[in-house]
């Protein structure tokens, strides 16, 4: 396997939802859509892995959103979307991107908490989905 790691999703990006209370009030769960996205997630973690066991070290990760532009949009407005002059004010917020992060705990990197830089974008795309590009910083000269 050769770094940096790139996992990709097709479809809209979903981010973290919101931890619901169970009923019995002996914890949290999450809804149905947030686990199927995770799993996916996960998946495809462990596709790009090859195999290979979770780094322990040091990781930098870049997550893009392309959300779909909106079909009732004019020509106009849809060419600006997607040349980057208008960018996606909607819901996710980009920091529910990065919860979902959470997926790649023990196939990516043994803890989330290796994770030293993070840069989240969102953007229009002529088809919706999520890429997620993660380097070893150690790779990169930074660590000695």
């Known amino acids: 396997m050769l770094w940096p790691l790139i996992i990709e999703l097709s479809g809209p990006p979903r981010g973290k939802g919101a931890g619901r209370a169970a009923p019995n009030h002996r914890g949290v769960y999450q ?5 199927s996205y995770e799993a996916q997630l996960r998946f495809a973690a462990q596709q790009a892995m090859e195999g290979e066991p979770p780094t322990a070290e040091a990781v930098e990760v870049e997550i893009t959103a392309y959300v779909a532009v909106p079909s009732s ?3 106009k407005k849809r060419e600006a ?3 980057g002059a208008l960018r996606p004010t909607v819901k996710p917020d980009c920091n529910n991107y990065s919860k979902a992060l ?3 705990n023990g196939v990516v990197w043994v803890d989330d908490k290796q994770i030293v830089a993070e840069h989240v974008w969102k953007v229009y795309g002529a088809r919706p989905g999520l890429r997620i590009v993660i380097s070893r910083l150690w790779q990169r000269g ?3």
């Open 31 to 35: 809804d149905a859509k947030t686990r």
């Open 73 to 75: 949009w004019s020509k």
């Open 81 to 83: 979307a997607l040349s």
């Open 102 to 104: 959470d997926a790649l």
């Open 142 to 144: 930074n660590n000695d």
